[in-house]
C-alpha cells in the first residue's frame, strides 16, 4: 500500500495494572490536580472532589493522562482519547494475566489459525 492509501489514524490499545501503594497519596494528589484547574465548573469540582475521595481507582483516572503518553512524540497529535480505571483481583501467576494472550490470539487469526 502507498502513503496515500494507509490511514493516517492509529489506534494505539494501552492496558495497565499498577499496584497503588499508598492510597491516601494517590487521593491526596488527584485532590491537588482537580484544584489546580483553574476552567472547572464548581458542581463538577465537588463531583469529582467526591469521586477520587471515594474511589482509588477514580482518583488515578484523574492522575493519568493519554494525552502525556503521545505529548513529545514527533509527528503525531492526539485525535481522540478515552480511558477508564477499575480495580480488580490481579494474580500475576495466573494465566488469565498473560499480557500477550490477546497478541497470540490476533497473530493466528490473520495466520488463517484459531
Known amino acids: 500500500m502507498s502513503n496515500e492509501?494507509?490511514?493516517?489514524?492509529?489506534r494505539l490499545r494501552v492496558e495497565l495494572v499498577v499496584e497503588v501503594e499508598d492510597a491516601d497519596a494517590v487521593t491526596k494528589a488527584a485532590l491537588r490536580r482537580i484544584a489546580d484547574e483553574p476552567d472547572m465548573p464548581a458542581d463538577e469540582r465537588v463531583h469529582a472532589e467526591n469521586a477520587v475521595t471515594e474511589d482509588t481507582a477514580e482518583a488515578l483516572a484523574h492522575l493519568v493522562d493519554p494525552f502525556d503518553l503521545v505529548n513529545e512524540v514527533p509527528g503525531v497529535e492526539l485525535a481522540q482519547a478515552s480511558w477508564s480505571s477499575e480495580p480488580v483481583d490481579y494474580d500475576p501467576d495466573s494465566p488469565d494475566w498473560d499480557l500477550d494472550e490477546d497478541d497470540v490470539e490476533e497473530d493466528d487469526e490473520e495466520d488463517g489459525v484459531g
Open 5 to 10: 492509501e494507509t490511514s493516517q489514524f492509529v
